[in-house]
Nanobody, 124 residues
């Protein structure tokens, strides 16, 4: 499975961006997928994950109500709509995927396919 993230950029606080993650290779609509991010000097953290089999989502508290994950299985593409962006959202955003599992994991250790990351910079 190969993942290609795009859509990052520079935006002012309060603005919006939409990230995309195109999947190719041995992908499946039942794969769990998610977005993680890593700010400068910090560890990678989970943003949101979506369960392939059910569509169930789990959001980090810090982005709940502002970010929305979605996927278009026909296009093998995962999206992250980010609204009301804050300077603390500045980070490299990574999309990730893993094979279907009974439980939806928010741990980056459980995801074995990663995109290259796309930088989001939010200015104050």
């Amino acid at each position: 499975v190969q993942l290609q993230a795009s859509g990052g950029g520079l935006v002012q606080a309060g603005g919006s961006l939409r990230l995309s993650c195109a999947a190719s290779g041995r992908t499946s609509s039942s794969d769990d997928m998610g977005w993680f991010r890593q700010a400068p000097g910090k560890e990678r953290e989970f943003v949101v994950v979506i369960q392939g089999s059910s569509g169930r989502t789990v959001y980090a508290d810090s982005v709940k109500g502002r970010f929305t994950i979605s996927r278009d299985n026909a296009k093998n593409t995962l999206y992250l709509q980010m609204n009301s962006l804050k300077p603390e959202d500045t980070a490299v955003y990574y999309c990730a995927a893993k094979s279907r599992a009974l439980l939806l994991s928010i741990s980056s250790d459980e995801y074995n396919y990663w995109g290259q990351g796309t930088l989001v910079t939010v200015s104050s």
